[in-house]
């Protein structure tokens, strides 16, 4: 043990001098105590709500915001929740994202006829543009069933086969029937993220996979009340939001019967599963298509960078704030 201590220390004291000599800082072990009421005690955001039917209705009054006002226009239309349903649906389409998402399952071992679940999946843009690019046995869940903010539009639509499910009893009665399920910002809006991982494990096979695409991240106290607080539904509508540092996300869902398989970061392959793209970062998009899933390979990439940044505020970011989070179903074991 007194070895381990002394490797430790060694290593903290090397990253430490390196964060020195790369920004004339100087870490202390020093805690800073601020005051009170500080921005956090003041923070009123706690209490948003998850209500579909006032989801809906402050969805209609976004609309009219939108005629007058171009940013929440913009707002609509990066969401894919534009007035317009088959406008947002043909968005989405246009964008790398669903290819990006079948390629990953593919490499996976999920193919065009595995039974593939979208969970939380709003309108689902994603259960219809992958039905589009050829998956066959495809489910979009959300217990919001209403047109605008909900699967209404998509059940309207006689071009798909895709089961719609909105009766949370019926999900909860589901066992062990999708190779994978995807989910694509949705996690963050769940109030208790383990109890609805373990409603959405019970719906996968074994050794199933769930992708965990585009989530709300937030690494720091003060970028947590910066987000939330120009959140522009919560803020305008008060709709529950929460960002989580991508750490969290692990944790929670690998309390419950999942394991963290695989990690795509920031910046790789032009952040191709997102809708902000970026520039190509060769070397690191490389890597990742070598070590995805290996050991010693993105999931140790991750918390590398986590506990980097957990103890120096200091070094890559990459992993901080991923494309993907790729969880599989696992044994819970005995202990």
């Known amino acids: 043990m007194g070895k381990i201590k002394k490797i430790f220390r060694k ?22 105590h601020g005051s009170c009421p500080d921005d956090m005690d003041r923070f009123r955001m706690s209490d948003g ?20 006002d171009k940013e929440m226009a913009d707002v ?39 039974v593939i679940a979208d969970v939380g999946c709003g309108r689902g843009h994603l259960a219809y543009a992958l039905h589009k690019m050829g998956h066959e046995r495809l489910t979009a869940m959300d217990p919001n069933g209403n047109y605008f903010t909900g699967t209404a539009y998509l059940s309207s639509l006689n071009d798909h086969n895709i089961e719609i499910v909105n009766d949370l009893c019926k ?10 399920i995807v989910s694509a910002g949705t996690v963050h809006h769940w109030q208790h993220i383990p109890q609805v991982a373990i409603d959405c494990r019970r719906t996968m096979k074994p ?7 585009s989530e709300f991240y937030a690494r720091t106290p003060r970028e947590f009340l910066s987000l939330l607080s120009n959140h522009p539904t919560a803020k305008r509508y008060g709709s529950y939001e929460w960002a989580y540092p991508a750490s969290v996300y692990a944790d929670l869902i690998q309390s419950v ?11 790789y392959n032009k952040n191709e599963f997102l809708y902000t793209p970026t520039t ?29 940044f957990r103890r120096f505020r200091f070094g890559p970011t ?9 969880f599989q179903r696992v044994g819970i074991g005995e202990n």
Not at 14 to 29: D, H, L, V
Not at 92 to 109: H, T, V
Not at 173 to 180: H, L
Request: charged share 25%; net charge positive.
């Open 49 to 68: 709500f998850e209500d579909p039917g006032k989801w809906e209705r402050s969805l209609k009054q976004a609309f009219e915001d939108a005629k007058t």
């Open 76 to 114: 609509l239309r990066y969401a894919f929740l534009e007035e317009d349903p088959a406008a947002s649906f043909r968005h989405f389409q246009e964008l790398p994202a669903s290819g990006a998402i079948s390629r990953l399952l593919a490499k996976l071992g999920v193919d065009k006829s595995g």
């Open 280 to 308: 190509l970062d060769q070397q690191l998009t490389r890597w990742v298509n070598r070590n995805l899933l290996k050991s010693n390979g993105t999931v140790e990439a991750f918390w590398n960078e986590v506990d980097l």
């Open 257 to 267: 019967g999942f394991k963290l398989a695989g990690v795509i970061p920031w910046s």
């Open 318 to 326: 990459n992993y901080l704030a991923p494309q993907v989070m790729i």
């Open 207 to 213: 050794g199933a996979y769930w992708l965990m695409i």
């Open 171 to 180: 999900w909860r009665e589901t066992y062990g029937k999708f190779d994978a």
């Open 11 to 32: 290593t903290r004291m090397f990253w430490a001098s390196k964060f020195q000599k790369c920004t004339g800082w100087r870490i202390t072990n020093r805690v800073q």
